[in-house]
């Protein structure tokens, strides 16, 4: 409502998402969605029921007439996926570790999805001192630097187009 705009993406809290969940984010009118994270390495993360991919450089797919599927970027290296699309993964990860994966995902897919939460940019936020140390460790590792890697990632990618998920589906799709 602040920005006045029609919010057409979803994202499943903790990639948590179902077929039955994405059902009723198109019903209720999401344009996409981007929640399906492949990695299983995760018990949060949810799984879908994916249908033969409709983009011709990158992974996008029709789930019904009503809503797309966009899911997170990740690098597959043999038979495993490893986590590659951003949030702590992005703020764990040396920046050269990262730039190489993507570029490995960019020569695979031609397309990598990144994802960034707000409150990663913002070292000053509110410690809640109560959680367990491994949760404490996920969310707040180095905050102080994920600006500036944030930064340099664009600018290390200055070759390459951005565009929002939105964008990309009117444009293509609708």
């Given at each position: 409502d602040?920005?006045?705009?029609?919010v057409?993406g979803?994202?499943a809290?903790?990639?948590?998402?179902t077929?039955n969940?994405?059902?009723?984010?198109?019903e209720v009118?999401?344009?996409?969605?981007s929640?399906?994270n492949?990695y299983e390495g995760?018990?949060r993360?949810g799984?879908?029921?994916?249908p033969?991919?409709?983009?011709q450089?990158?992974p996008?797919?029709?789930m019904?007439?009503?809503i797309?599927?966009?899911?997170?970027s990740?690098l597959r290296i043999?038979?495993?996926?490893?986590?590659?699309?951003?949030?702590?993964y992005?703020?764990?990860l040396?920046?050269?570790?990262h730039?190489?994966?993507v570029?490995?995902?960019?020569?695979q897919?031609?397309?990598?999805?990144f994802y960034?939460?707000?409150?990663?940019i913002?070292?000053?936020q509110?410690?809640v001192k109560e959680a367990?140390?491994f949760f404490?460790?996920?969310h707040?590792?180095n905050?102080?630097?994920?600006?500036?890697?944030?930064?340099c990632?664009?600018e290390?990618?200055?070759?390459?187009s951005?565009?929002?998920?939105?964008?990309?589906?009117?444009?293509?799709?609708?």
């Amino acid at each position: 409502d602040l920005t006045g705009k029609q919010v057409l993406g979803y994202r499943a809290p903790s990639f948590s998402i179902t077929d039955n969940a994405l059902s009723l984010a198109g019903e209720v009118g999401y344009l996409y969605d981007s929640s399906f994270n492949s990695y299983e390495g995760n018990g949060r993360y949810g799984s879908l029921s994916l249908p033969q991919n409709t983009g011709q450089d990158a992974p996008i797919y029709s789930m019904n007439s009503l809503i797309y599927e966009i899911p997170v970027s990740n690098l597959r290296i043999g038979s495993k996926i490893i986590p590659w699309g951003g949030g702590g993964y992005f703020r764990l990860l040396p920046a050269f570790l990262h730039r190489f994966g993507v570029k490995q995902i960019l020569e695979q897919k031609k397309c990598y999805t990144f994802y960034m939460h707000p409150w990663e940019i913002d070292p000053e936020q509110p410690r809640v001192k109560e959680a367990k140390s491994f949760f404490r460790f996920r969310h707040y590792v180095n905050l102080h630097k994920t600006k500036r890697k944030l930064k340099c990632f664009i600018e290390s990618n200055s070759d390459n187009s951005f565009q929002k998920c939105g964008d990309f589906v009117e444009i293509n799709f609708c």
